[in-house]
C-alpha cells in the first residue's frame, strides 16, 4: 500500500506527504528527522488514504500540494 498524509504541525499550518510506510514515516517526523517539519513539533496525524499503486499517491500528493489542493484539503480533509 502506498498512503498520502496529512500532519498538523505546532504552528497550525499542514503538511502533506507521502510514504509506504506511514507509522514509519509518522515516527520519523515526531522525532525530527525529517527536515521540513523538525523545527514545528509536536505534529499530528490528522488524516490519510491508502492507495493501491504508487502512481496513484503521487499523484493525489501533488494535488494537495496545489491551490486547488489546498481548498480541497481545508473544506473536505481537515475542516
Not at 514515516?25 to 488524516?47: E, F
Request: glycine share 6%; charged share 25%; hydrophobic share 35%.
Amino acid at each position: 500500500m502506498y498512503y498520502v498524509y496529512i500532519l498538523k504541525l505546532k504552528d497550525g499550518s499542514y503538511y502533506s506527504g507521502y510514504s509506504n510506510e506511514l507509522k514509519t514515516r509518522v515516527k520519523d517526523h515526531q522525532q525530527g528527522k525529517v527536515a521540513t517539519t523538525k523545527n514545528n513539533r509536536p505534529i499530528k496525524l490528522i488524516w490519510y488514504c491508502a492507495f493501491l499503486s504508487k502512481k496513484s499517491a503521487l499523484v493525489f500528493e501533488k494535488y494537495l500540494k496545489s491551490s486547488s489542493g489546498f481548498a480541497f484539503r481545508n473544506k473536505r480533509l481537515v475542516g
